[in-house]
């Protein structure tokens, strides 16, 4: 009777141990080998869970700078609305960011349609433009209250919405794009771990290629 009930624990760990293979396997397979190349964001979620010697670590302006630095990116003007509505709503502690658009350092804008005129890869760059408008405006507004982007708690969530043709299908990874950047310049613990949206459409405004709107919360001290 010992033996059976030891064959039968081996069994069932082993029964076990290949359920957790299979949907380690198929997790992995969500996104396609030529997906992953394509896009960094597939290594920086995977790679999540194995980086945290800076999560829950204080961080101030120069920290934030720094990470800018080795990134090669800088903070743009703070933009302006292109319309009847504020860029940036506060209600307590939350902040509520419309809709910016993918504008460079120049002024020019990313235009066109994913899947038509552009590629995933230049999606993905113009998501990053949304996101780096997004912090641009962020920063500026805590700047105007004495603080600065070292004040925000948490990016609590990202909208996006990308111009596609009919058959274009990777709205989620041109996303990654916005939210790599967030995560990287703000950090994991506070920028990259937010809820997110993605969403197909066949126009947008100026005939931009992507629009991301931000939900972030600040220490309501300031």
Known sequence: MMMDRSISSAITVGFVSSLLL???SAFHGIISPSQQHRCSAYKTFIGASTSSSE???PQNMDDINARLTKLGL?????????????LLHR????LYLSGHLPMKADGSLVVGACGEDLTTEQGYEAAQH??????????????????DLSK??????LFGIVRSHSD??????VMNGASDVIGEVLGKDV?????????????????IAVEVEMIAKIKSSD
Not at 130 to 147: F, R
Not at 152 to 157: E, G, H, L, S
Not at 168 to 173: D, K, V
């Open 22 to 24: 299979v949907s380690s």
């Open 55 to 57: 999560e829950n670590k």
């Open 74 to 86: 800088a903070l743009p003007p703070a933009g302006a609305p292109k319309a009847n509505y504020q």
């Open 91 to 94: 209600d307590g502690d939350l």
């Open 130 to 147: 949304c996101a780096l408008n997004l912090l641009s405006t962020l920063n500026s507004y805590m700047e105007s209250q004495g603080s």
């Open 152 to 157: 925000v708690v948490k990016i609590i969530k």
């Open 168 to 173: 274009f299908t990777e709205q989620h990874l």
């Open 191 to 207: 920028g990259g771990s937010h809820a997110r949206s993605a969403i197909g459409t066949n126009t947008l405004p100026l005939g």
